[in-house]
């Protein structure tokens, strides 16, 4: 077809204009739908217009058909059968997806060139090596952080000496690798440089640990959007620059939102090392005493109280109690109780993981809160109950500035009437601190497995 | 400011390439600052999972390179296998978010 190439460009600004109604659709729950459907459509109108393009020769649709129904094959499957709790996983390899691609056609775009014999300027050059090489640090770094999610690799931090000026050498190599392919337009200097940055971003993501990997998703996040604009500019293509300026940015905040929701510098997070085994042993008993209750004591003060906060944490998903939490939380409200749910930011294990964790047990989201809109409701809470919680309500947060989570905003839990914590024993959470919350006045502990605890709850609110 | 219109202006610029797109790119850098800010923390998953899916836009880029006839064979079969990881993304992507989106309800 012989389509003018100005109605190229306008199919693809309406398909970018799709894509920014559909972020925008995710402002609230209720035009959540129709912005994912939006981003749906953008998509559709981008790739039929592309099949139809000029340079798209008639004979190769069918293997770009084929490659297209064949990622549906792999796709379709795993995205009705993944667990909501395995989420964190499922975004950081197709992460690595975009990256591969972004290497692949970046490599394919220059062997193009140069098969067609076309005039190629250092601008261009340095397009392919950018596009490349910020897709290699994706593939590898989201291929990493899937296996630390996954539990396929360790999630404790891989730390050795001289590690900073390994990564540091590495980066000034591949820099090095790419301006002089960008001057002897060498292949063989492009695939060292990719190589090169191909270890560059297994050698960066190894040494953050488990609890980092909120900050190092979204990270991924912004990059595979970074490496699909540079395809764009690579490609001279507006719809390309102009998605991947858009998800760029949007994992940049994310970003930002974790290091903010946990007191984390964001270099400090990118450096490593914070969140290991070491940490977490170097938490003492101190000699205070907490008291522990009965779980028909818990229910007794629940079914009484006038407002309940539960505040949830990772530890409920592990313990899959989210759906016992959710007959909890109906037979108190069938009792008259106002039950409402309070979510940190770093609550799941990814950015609005817990949020999607309670909605998939149908806890309506009209009684989830965040942080700011609840923390002050807490004094006038009668009771909080904490499920699998623990740094995200520790009080030395605000109080003890020797602590290592001092100044992370936190759930002021503690200042409820009364706060019962279903905890499994007395080890600290991620950061490896003692939690001042458990000694307080005000604080009982209800040892057991979360899900174990909260259907023994429901029980027995039900008799 | 109509992020539509400054696009459109930036789509008609007669400019060099390059700079044809970085002026795209800033707008956009823009717009995705202000239309981020405004998604719901409780959507940050979806958030996630749709930008995971549209970031694989990049699948427009394979599609020039693998449908190209003067494409050498090598870039063929590489933009290829990144056509058929980038889709993977696109249908994987939009689904679990559809998905997710869909578990969240309101009371009653």
Known sequence: MNLHPDLFALAYLIASVCFILGLKGLSSPATARRGNQMAIAGMVLAVGVTLAHPTVAFANLAWVLGGLALGAIIGVPVALKVRMTAMPELVAILHSFVGLAAVLVGIGTFQLHRAHGDAIGTVQTIEVF???????????????????????????????????????????????????????????????????????????????????????????????????????????????????????????????????????SFLHVILGGFGGDEAAAAATATGKTTKAAAVEDAVFMLANAAKVIIVPGYGMAVAQAQHAVRDL????????????????????????????????????????????????????????????????????????KTSPIYGMPILDASKARLVYCVKRSMKPGYAGVENELYYADNCMMIFGDAKAVCERLAGALRD | MNPVLLLAAAETASVSPFMTGLFAFVLACFVGYHVIWNVTPALHTPLMSVTNAISA???????????????????????????????????GGFLVTQRMLAMYKRKG
């Open chain 1, 329 to 400: 939380t109906d037979l108190l409200q069938g009792k008259g109780v106002d039950v409402r749910f309070a979510i940190h930011p770093v609550a799941g294990r990814m950015p609005g993981h817990m949020n999607v964790l309670l909605a998939e047990a149908d806890i309506p989201y009209d009684i989830v809160y965040e942080l700011d809109e609840i923390n002050n409701e807490f004094p006038g809470t009668d009771v909080c109950l904490v499920i699998g919680a623990n740094d995200v309500v520790n009080p030395a947060a605000k109080t003890d």
């Open chain 1, 130 to 264: 950018v596009g490349v090489f910020i897709g290699a640090i994706t593939f590898t770094g989201s291929v990493v952080a899937f296996g630390k999610l996954s539990g396929r690799l360790g999630s404790a931090p891989v730390v050795f000496s001289g590690q900073h000026a390994l990564n540091l050498a590495l980066a000034v190599l591949m820099i090095g690798l790419g301006v002089a392919f960008s001057v002897t337009l060498n292949t063989a200097w492009l695939y060292a440089m990719t190589a090169v940055a191909l270890i560059l971003g297994i050698t960066l993501i190894i040494p953050i640990g488990g609890a980092d990997m909120p900050v190092i998703v979204s990270m991924l996040n912004s990059y595979s959007g970074w490496a699909a604009s540079a395809t764009g500019f690579m490609l001279n293509n507006n719809l390309l620059i102009v998605t991947g300026a858009l998800v760029g940015s949007s994992g940049a905040i994310l970003s930002y939102i974790m290091c903010r929701a946990m007191n984390r």
């Open chain 2, 57 to 91: 836009i990049i699948l427009v880029g394979c599609i020039l390179v693998c449908g190209n006839e003067a494409s050498p064979l090598s870039a063929r079969v590489l933009a290829f296998v990144g056509l058929v990881v980038a889709s993977i993304n696109v249908f």
